[in-house]
């Protein structure tokens, strides 16, 4: 099993940023894509980003292309969101997630792809 923790969450105005970290305990065949979720209140939880730890790909959601920068950091073991011009409707709990190797590989867009998750931070984009 694979832990993972959330950090970098707040309370940020339209147009400003946020970093959030996510530290990741293993990184094995367990834990060969980190993604990013975000679940507002009252609606489903949405993929946002991920990475793969080999060779670093990233892939993102419409809404936050070009917006979000997912990164990773080998030595740390963690996986970053960087969050610029940040909109009200980016308001939710962020999750990182980890998705085991699979062969073939395709890229998980659903919470129900990835195992291990997780406590989530809140993102609070005021207007």
């Known amino acids: 099993q694979v832990q993972l923790v959330e950090s970098g969450g707040g309370v940020v105005q339209a147009g400003g940023t946020l970093r959030l970290s996510c530290v990741v305990s293993?990184?094995?065949?367990?834990?060969?894509?980190i993604g990013w979720f975000r679940q507002a209140s009252g609606k489903e939880r949405d993929f946002v980003a991920a990475i793969r730890w080999t060779p670093g790909t990233t892939y993102y959601a419409d809404s936050v292309k070009g917006r979000f920068t997912v990164s990773r950091d080998n030595v740390k073991s963690t996986v970053d969101l960087q969050m610029d011009s940040l909109e009200p409707e980016d308001t939710a709990v962020y999750y990182c997630?980890?998705?085991?190797?699979?062969?073939?590989?395709?890229?998980?867009?659903?919470?129900?792809?990835?195992?291990?998750w997780g406590q989530g931070t809140q993102v609070t984009v005021s207007s």
């Open positions: 293993a990184r094995t065949f367990e834990s060969d894509t």
């Open positions: 997630a980890s998705a085991p190797l699979r062969i073939p590989w395709e890229l998980g867009r659903t919470w129900n792809d990835y195992d291990d």
